[in-house]
């Protein structure tokens, strides 16, 4: 999508996001047995979101055609950075595949956004990372070289990411643990899913749901390269590895009552009619009726492309 069509809806579209958000939160919140936790927030996204926002971007953007496909995985990947403790690469991933038509060589052009998001459940608008935590926030504020150490296959393989300091790519994602609040604490706001710059201290930088929508801008998130075997940037590497655990995987979250199911299960993967032939994962090689119980971050996935450029 061009960054003048969102513009020019955002009005409209990130208000729409923030609701299907604080609905996802209000599902959970009725659905789990138990008081939700972290893991049951992140299946809603990868889960109960993904409707809503299919038929979100279809209204705010019809002359697009759109997929958007949802993983959700509970054992996250951990790495070694050499410390006490390892950490996590994150909770979850939200992929922008932007597809558009190169008219002078008669191709398809792939831009690709990532947001790598690490979540935790606040009462505050803040919260103080603690110090059994650390080791977490190290690796999202310098970017050691980390060894896959809890990755399935990735098993033993390093990555090296640079430049070795913040970046928009990956942050924390502050929950109000209170549907009621409506977003709303004390009369300051507070959204019902807020992203935070790594820190000692973590504030509510943006909405989740405008950190999406300038992530559909390519105005935040990191970007990755397509070409999966051919690239030697580390950011790209880390996503692609993330994106080729998920594509066979099986999901389910009993705490909400969520029983396992396949990824390519209808329920998780909403498209227009010519977007549901392919979607990025189908182009990843080697892993086609492979079934995979191996750890992974969960994964939205939007795709978008121009209706009047492609006829399949």
């Not at 932007?98 to 790598?116: A, T």
Request: charged share 30%; net charge neutral.
């Amino acid at each position: 999508m061009t960054t003048y069509d969102i513009n020019k809806n955002q009005y409209i579209l990130e208000p729409l996001i923030d609701k299907a958000l604080l609905d996802s939160v209000t599902w959970v919140t009725k659905k789990c047995k138990n008081s939700p936790q972290e893991p049951d927030y992140v299946a809603a996204l990868s889960i109960k979101f993904l409707k809503d926002l299919f038929n979100i971007l279809v209204a705010v953007f019809p002359e697009y055609e759109f997929s958007v496909l949802g993983v959700y995985c509970h054992q996250k990947p951990i790495v070694d950075i050499k410390l006490n403790k390892k950490p996590e690469l994150g909770d979850i991933l939200f992929v922008y595949a932007d597809r558009r038509e190169d008219r002078r060589k008669n191709r398809e052009v792939i831009l690709l956004n990532s947001l790598l998001l690490q979540a935790k459940v606040s009462k505050y608008s803040w919260m103080r990372v603690s110090d059994s935590e650390q080791h977490q926030l190290e690796l999202y504020k310098n970017w050691p070289e980390f060894t896959y150490y809890r990755a399935g296959y990735l098993n033993g393989k390093k990555r090296n990411i640079f430049p070795k300091s913040i970046n928009d790519g990956a942050q924390y994602l502050l929950i109000d643990e209170n549907p009621v609040t409506n977003g709303i604490y004390a009369g300051r706001e507070m959204f019902p899913m807020g992203c935070a710059i790594p820190d000692d201290t973590l504030y509510i930088n943006n909405s989740l749901s405008r950190e999406l929508v300038n992530m559909l801008k390519f105005k935040s998130g990191r970007t990755f390269d397509k070409e999966l075997y051919k690239t030697d940037d580390g950011w790209s590497k880390m996503i692609w590895d993330l994106l080729k655990i998920v594509n066979s995987k099986y999901s389910k979250r009993r705490n909400a009552g969520m029983e396992s199911f396949h990824r390519k299960n209808e329920c998780v993967h909403y498209y227009t009619e010519n977007m549901g032939n392919r979607t990025l994962l189908d182009g990843i090689e080697g892993n086609e009726g492979v079934i995979s119980y191996e750890e992974g971050v969960s994964v939205v996935l939007v795709e978008s492309r121009l209706k009047t450029q492609w006829h399949d």
